[in-house]
């Protein structure tokens, strides 16, 4: 294991489980001090209790809700007590709702999955860009999805906030990248996280799914944590306002 974070300061949002989770230990064993955030109390308490087991002791964890200005900005403020500042936010938090047709999408399921998945990587943005244009720089990363580069079929809230993501990450990118602050998009595919179960109890829709990616499974968490922490890293020092594609050949059909 490399030591590619020593000493960054890092903040995860989505940390209870998931692509969040498995994050939040990467960054972890690459010596990374962490603030982690969930609006599951529970589960964040129970990942940074995995960060503990692991050897790493530098790990703040906060109950934060992301549609809500005020949380965001105590998720930074903790940082900057704690640590003094922020190297590396991973806006990771997001959920998805009942599938169906955009005309049985309810408005108040439209407004909480915007709320959530696009308005709330705009209120991370807002308050952590700032702290790190103060300190001279870091490295943002925003959880879009491979329902942000393509269509879906009974999930049209959320490619729209996930298209929204792409969308928002190019934009600030080119904002920012002059402040030293790299903005990039991460775009998994198909990925056994919790929201993924749920969607799987029905094996006809698992099925479906693996005959549509080519190679044939789904993704770990922990495959997709590799490819945040080339997005976080210097390894990836000339990416900016890029989509990362973690899919499994999924949209080169």
């Given amino acids: 294991m490399t030591a590619r974070f020593q000493n960054k300061r890092v903040l995860v949002t989505g940390a209870g489980s998931g692509i969040g989770r498995a994050a939040a230990l990467a960054f972890a064993a690459e010596g990374a001090r962490l603030i982690i955030s969930d609006v599951n109390e529970a589960n964040v308490e129970a990942t ?3 960060v ?7 790990v703040e964890l906060i109950r934060a809700d992301v549609s809500r200005s005020a949380d965001c900005a105590a998720m930074v403020e903790r940082a900057v007590s704690r ?3 922020l190297d590396v936010a991973f806006n990771n938090a997001g959920i998805n709702l009942k599938a169906g047709p955009i005309a049985e999408v309810t408005e108040s399921d439209w407004s909480r999955i915007v709320a959530i998945n696009f308005t709330g ?23 879009a999805s491979v329902g942000g580069l393509i269509g879906t079929a009974g999930v049209t809230a959320y490619c729209a906030t ?21 903005i990039n998009a991460l775009c ?66």
């Fill in 188 to 253: 998994p595919g198909g990925t056994r996280t919790a929201m993924l179960e749920e969607w799987f109890k029905d094996p006809e829709v698992e099925r479906i799914a693996m005959a549509g990616t080519p190679i044939g499974r789904m993704a770990s968490p922990d495959e997709i944590a590799r490819a945040v922490l080339f997005l976080a890293s210097d390894e990836s020092s000339f990416m900016v306002g890029h989509a990362l594609t973690v899919d499994g050949g999924l949209t080169a059909q």
């Fill in 162 to 182: 996930k298209h929204g993501v792409v969308g928002l990450t190019k934009s600030a990118a080119l904002d920012h990248i002059k402040d030293g602050i790299r």
């Fill in 121 to 143: 990587v705009f209120l991370c943005m807002k308050h952590e860009i700032p702290v790190m244009k103060r300190g001279g720089g870091g490295a943002i990363i925003n959880t």
């Fill in 52 to 58: 503990r087991k692991q050897g790493a002791t530098a």
């Fill in 48 to 50: 940074a209790g995995m």
């Fill in 83 to 85: 640590y003094g500042g």
